[in-house]
């Protein structure tokens, strides 16, 4: 089952902030987060694990609502580079499985 | 480290060719996938290779072939090219489990 992103695209101007979620139709065990620059492959953000564990090279937020079956991305005080495609990704089922992603969110800051 | 290579970038089939996409990884990783990927459908999973020696269908495999041919490469083959296959095809690499995965740069097949 697809996880379900929203938006769908968001415009930015430099310096605020956006929220991108992340939602899934069943239980989930984990959250990893990707994003896209054009014409680039995805580069991972960071992995939210069950029980509150955070596994990521960048300094941005993000939650795991375990009950709510969901998770949200923060990005604060947006710089241009921010731009791109997000996708979350959850594990097809419980334990070693593939991923599967959602559709994305654009996020494009302009100056 | 080269990280995930794949070739070739760039390809234009005709319907009915086929041909293989090559994916190679120096991580010394378990786990490779293949990935679609399509205007406003996300990433979509074609097949996966958990460790060498195996491999299983994803979301979409109708139409492909894989190999893993040894713990480093990993070849996606389309037997008889269809114009519902051109995307943008991506090899990824990770260890099995809550791990980050590691994209190669991608090509860009079109088929006519």
């Known amino acids: 089952q697809q996880p379900v992103q929203s938006p769908q695209a968001v415009i930015l101007r430099e310096g605020e902030d956006a929220v991108i979620n992340c939602s899934s139709s069943?239980?989930?065990?984990?959250v990893h987060w990707y994003r896209q620059k054009h014409g680039e492959a995805p580069v991972f953000l960071m992995i939210?694990?069950?029980?509150?564990e955070q596994k990521g090279h960048e300094k941005i937020s993000a939650s795991f609502n375990e009950k709510k079956q969901q998770s949200s991305l923060y990005l604060t005080a947006s710089q241009l580079s921010y731009s791109g495609t997000y996708f979350c990704?959850?594990?097809?089922?419980?334990?070693?499985?593939?991923?599967?992603f959602g559709k994305g969110t654009r996020l494009s800051v302009i100056a | 480290n080269a990280g995930v290579t794949q070739t070739p970038k760039f390809q234009v089939l005709k319907t009915g060719q086929s041909m293989t996409l090559q994916c190679a990884q120096d991580?010394?990783?378990?786990?490779m996938y293949w990935y679609r990927q399509d205007p406003g459908m996300g990433l979509r999973l074609i097949y996966y290779?958990?460790?060498?020696?195996?491999?299983d269908k994803g979301e979409v495999p109708n139409g492909y072939n894989v190999s893993r041919l040894n713990k480093r490469e990993f070849s996606l083959r389309l037997e008889s090219a269809a114009p519902s296959q051109t995307s943008v095809y991506f090899c990824?690499?990770?260890?099995?489990?809550?791990?980050?995965?590691?994209f190669g740069p991608g090509t860009r097949l079109t088929v006519l």
């Open positions: 069943k239980a989930l065990y984990s």
């Open positions: 990704g959850t594990p097809r089922n419980s334990g070693n499985t593939p991923l599967v």
């Open positions: 290779s958990a460790s060498e020696g195996t491999t």
């Open positions: 939210l694990l069950k029980g509150g």
């Open positions: 991580m010394n990783h378990n786990s």
């Open positions: 990824a690499s990770s260890e099995p489990g809550e791990y980050e995965q590691f």
